[in-house]
């Protein structure tokens, strides 16, 4: 999600307007970040939880708001990022794992497409890309979704998951390998039980 240099005055703007309690210029901001963070939360939890946590990022950060500082370091973009990832994570902690593996094909649109995972997605299912994405460790799930849903730069991503630019780097490597054996695995198993049916219609 690369913001132009026009954008980040204008959020600027807008956050210094949200501090003095302008919701109408916070408004502003929602509607520019919700579907980026939706997209981010979707890949990451079950639909059922997806709505809700967004709409619980926004909450926090309004409740935050007085404590961003772009002088800190980063930027608002990253900043909000990071409340929505610890929202995914405590979402982790009190829910069960079968309940994060509530899928369904209603997907948003995404980027995914027009990047590295392509051929991925041509060959599979979006549901079963999201199952396989599910099955890889956090920090790598973090590195696919905000680089191929958001299509953040390696700079953004580091940004927000705390990392170098060169650590990001092996991160995604480490991921697209490790989603492509995943979705291997899910295409053979398909295979598998085509071959099985075929059979049983064959014999009856």
Request: hydrophobic share 45%; proline share 2%.
């Amino acid at each position: 999600m690369a913001l132009s240099k026009k954008e980040l005055r204008e959020i600027e703007s807008l956050i210094r307007k949200s501090k003095k309690g302008d919701a109408e210029a916070f408004g502003q901001i929602y509607d520019k970040f919700v579907l980026p963070i939706y997209r981010y939360i979707y890949y990451r939890v079950s639909k059922s939880q997806a709505e809700d946590l967004t709409e619980l990022v926004f909450l926090r950060a309004w409740e935050k708001l007085a404590s961003y500082s772009k002088q800190a370091g980063g930027n608002f973009n990253s900043w909000i990022f990071r409340i929505a990832h610890n929202a995914v994570i405590d979402s982790y902690r009190e829910n069960s794992k079968a309940d994060l593996c509530e899928l369904t094909e209603e997907i948003p649109e995404v980027r995914l497409a027009a990047d590295p995972v392509q051929n991925l997605e041509n060959k599979f299912e979006q549901v079963e890309l999201i199952r396989a994405l599910r099955q890889l460790p956090d920090l790598q799930q973090q590195v696919v979704v905000l680089k191929f849903v958001n299509g953040f730069e390696n700079s953004e991503i580091a940004a927000v998951i705390g990392k170098s630019v060169g650590a990001v780097r092996v991160i995604q490597f480490r991921a697209l390998n490790r989603l492509k054996d995943l979705l291997k695995q899910t295409e053979a198993a398909s295979n598998k039980a085509a071959k099985a049916a075929f059979k049983t219609v064959e014999d009856a």
